[in-house]
């Protein structure tokens, strides 16, 4: 997978004091989705936040690049930063990522949580990033409102869209084009995983799964295949929430991440 020339993910965040944690975003995500949320709960919580831009993220040119070499790029950071061993949390493609770091380089983490993550990737999965990166090559045109649509539907709990406020609010802050950036195609690809939940078995890094109830993008059962793969790992799921439950309930998922640091 690896194909790519180093990447120092130079640009990074650092907040509060404390503890560290290191939040991977997901793919076509950018750091500051972390801003209004996660990161204020555990500065509050008494923990030291570091984010930053996956590879592929920022406009201009970029040489191909793999899964390999974004949990290469979180783990340079961690020991660049000299924050090892931290807690790391992922959501997605950054999921995935914080799970093949605590496989591969289990001594630069203390805690892993994986929130909307899966092992494998099923026919579902395949066939809607393989649609993901044709029309980011430029498939059929869809307009920035029409894509701001699907984008609700595809990643919010209906919950979320019955709530007409709620609803114009996501759609209006989604709309945009269809991000035609060739880091973005390789972040896609990324995600193609093959089956790991043998693999994770190897996992000894204590950690924990978030699902979303009302996730479409990576349903609830695939994480639980993922925790269940995982000796001790922790099961959470968060109802009336779709792919961005994050976001959408951000207090139930910084309620459930700083109660696995403290407990788990």
Do not use: K
């Amino acid at each position: 997978m690896t194909a790519g020339t180093p990447y120092r993910t130079a640009a990074h965040t650092v907040r509060g004091a404390g503890e560290p944690v290191l939040l991977i975003t997901g793919s076509g995500g950018r750091a500051r989705s972390w801003d209004a949320h996660q990161v204020p709960a555990l500065v509050r919580a008494g923990y030291r936040t570091v984010t930053f831009d996956n590879r592929g993220s920022a406009p201009g040119p970029i040489e191909p690049f793999g899964l390999d070499d974004l949990v290469e790029d979180a783990a340079h950071l961690i020991e660049a930063l000299g924050l090892a061993p931290c807690r790391v949390v992922g959501v997605s493609l950054g999921a995935i990522v914080a799970q093949e770091l605590a496989l591969r380089r289990p001594g630069l983490l203390r805690q892993a949580v994986f929130m909307a993550t899966r092992g494998r990737t099923d026919a579902m999965r395949r066939a809607v990033v393989t649609a993901e990166i044709e029309q980011s090559r430029g498939g059929p045109t869809v307009s920035p409102a029409h894509h701001g649509v699907l984008r609700a539907m595809q990643n919010l709990s209906q919950s979320t869209l019955r709530d007409d406020s709620r609803a114009q609010d996501w759609m209006a802050l989604m709309e945009g084009p269809v991000d035609a950036s060739e880091g973005y195609r390789y972040q896609l690809r990324s995600t193609l995983i093959p089956d790991r939940l043998e693999d994770y078995a190897g996992i000894r890094v204590p950690c924990a799964v978030i699902a979303f109830g009302d996730d479409l993008v990576t349903p609830p059962h695939l994480g639980r295949e993922v925790a269940d793969a995982v000796d001790g790992c922790r099961y959470i799921e968060i109802p009336r929430c779709g792919h961005y439950g994050h976001l959408e309930d951000p207090r139930s998922v910084n309620d459930a991440l700083t109660s696995f640091f403290v407990n788990g």
